[in-house]
């Protein structure tokens, strides 16, 4: 009977040492795939900052565009590029021009 006692208690000893080791093994597992995870945590985290970085330059870009489209209708921008592209004026200016030969 002590011997199959012992028997058993070996069995037990070796069963409970093989779960300890199934157990560690899945913990250091779990361990580097947490820092795996958090490694694209991080990296994933960078790339939305950028993201939305460019979203509110482009938003931007898009309102400061939408401003432009209406001055472009404008009789202001019309004068403006009659001015400074085709060189016309209003009938009502007098244009003055410098002397070369000072």
Do not use: F, H, W
């Not at 080791?21 to 580097?32: E, I, S």
């Amino acid at each position: 009977m002590a011997a199959k006692k012992r028997k058993k208690n070996l069995n037990n000893r070796l069963s409970l040492i093989g779960i300890t080791l199934v157990v560690c093994v899945l913990a250091v597992a779990v361990g580097v795939r947490s820092e795996s995870l958090k490694t694209k945590e991080q990296t994933y985290l960078m790339r939305e900052d950028t993201l939305n970085k460019s979203i509110e330059d482009e938003e931007e870009r898009t309102e400061e565009l939408n401003e432009k489209k209406v001055y472009v209708k404008t009789k202001e921008y019309i004068e403006e590029v009659a001015r400074e592209k085709l060189g016309l004026v209003n009938p009502d200016e007098i244009i003055l021009k410098e002397n070369e030969n000072e």
